[in-house]
């Protein structure tokens, strides 16, 4: 594992700065909320809205990490000098985590700065955080299934942003209530909100939502990973 976790992060300091971009691009959209103002009901949730685009990052940087090599070929001396199919993709979920860790908590720290901090607030921007690594792992997982970028993003930007208006669109509105907690798009707002009740799941139960959908991919992505490519 030290061994793949060395030769990822050589990876990362040698190659191109594809990774960075959206890192960091994840960190500024973060902190867009904060030119909205707090005169909204929920100032938290408005400051954090940045969030909803700065996932759309968070998931490319996880996606490129591993779908990148198999465009470029990369993927087979990566796999030779690691045998252990596992280990590569732990080894890169850890570099997903700590590249979009500090990026995250850089943004949301900077759109909560100017509110007074309180529990609420505190949750929501722990949460936010939590949120943008879940979903660079949710983006790594899917890499590791489909194993071409562009798929997977396809894929990943289709379940963040398509789905929550195909639900609407659902005739049964029993089922558009049980699919709605279920999908990690729709957890957002329940992460965020400081304010009202009328969520359909509350803050932790969405958070749990979003880590059941990014260690169910990366648990497909594992076997499909040990299976094809071992």
């Known amino acids: 594992m030290r061994a793949a976790l060395r030769a990822e992060w050589a990876k990362l300091r040698t190659g191109p700065a594809g990774l960075l971009v959206p890192l960091a691009l994840a960190g500024l959209l973060t902190a867009a909320g904060a030119a909205l103002g707090d005169r909204a009901v929920d100032a938290v949730q408005v400051r954090l809205l940045g969030v909803r685009l700065g996932q759309a990052a968070a998931a490319a940087a996880g996606v490129y990490l591993l779908a990148g090599e198999y465009r470029t070929g990369l993927i087979r001396t990566t796999l030779l000098a690691v045998p252990r199919r596992l280990h590569v993709l732990a080894a890169k979920a850890t570099l997903v985590v ?18 007074p901090p309180d529990g609420p607030l505190l949750r929501a921007a722990g949460s936010a955080v939590l949120y943008l690594i879940l979903i660079g792992l949710l983006g790594l997982g899917v890499a590791a299934v489909v194993r071409d970028a562009a798929v997977a993003v396809g894929i990943v930007l289709g379940l963040l942003y398509l789905m929550p ?30 304010t009202g009740d009328a969520l359909p799941l509350g803050p932790w139960a969405a958070l749990g939502v979003v880590a059941a959908w990014a260690a169910g991919t990366l648990g497909l992505g594992a076997m499909v990973l040990h299976r094809r490519d071992g």
Request: aromatic letters at 4%; a neutral charge.
């Open 98 to 115: 700590a590249g979009v860790a500090p990026v995250a908590l850089l943004g949301v720290g900077a759109a909560v700065l100017t509110l």
């Open 165 to 194: 208006i195909l639900l609407q669109m659902l005739p049964d509105p029993d089922w558009q209530r049980v699919l709605y907690r279920l999908t990690p798009a729709t957890a957002v707002q329940a992460l965020t909100a400081t």
